[in-house]
């Protein structure tokens, strides 16, 4: 037998020796190792120490909810402020200025030759489409722009249209 298996062999008898005479009681860090203690013991710190942290982020947080509890017309004002909100962007009828570069007004004169092909009332989808054809660069973020200038206006059906003096003002 190899020396190294012969060692581990006799201190495992020793061990055993030892357990079934009455002198097997481990105590203290013999024991932990001999049971797997420390893994346990990291498993339960590490359980112990989440558990605090989110019990401190609860508090921490605890009195945002009892402001709202207190007065609940929070809560009320704070919806009715975004659909306001939304209401008068609709009825603003707000037009964007935004500053074109050379390139974008050449683009918005590109969109507005295929926007004339197309009828009064067309789809976002088929004017990208007649777009990519063409070769526009960058059509997506470019008809993004003309949204938000309001070059191009929602018909509230679904679909858009060409607000040619818009587009006018634009590429001056």
Sequence with gaps: ???R???KTMK????CNNFKSGGGHLYGLESINASNGWAISIVGISIVFSGLVSLS???SQLYKVLALYEDPSKITAFFK?????KVDEKEGEKIITIVLTRSQKETVKQFALLARTLDDHFSLPRLLHLAQ???IKDPYP???I???MRIVESDENGFFMWKNEVSDRAVR
């Design 146 to 148: 003309l949204l938000k």
């Design 133 to 135: 054809i063409s070769g």
């Design 142 to 144: 470019s008809l993004n």
């Design 1 to 3: 037998m190899p020396k």
């Design 5 to 7: 298996l012969l060692q």
């Design 12 to 15: 495992a008898r020793v061990f």
């Design 57 to 59: 982020l609860v508090i």
């Design 81 to 85: 402020s975004k659909k306001s909100k």
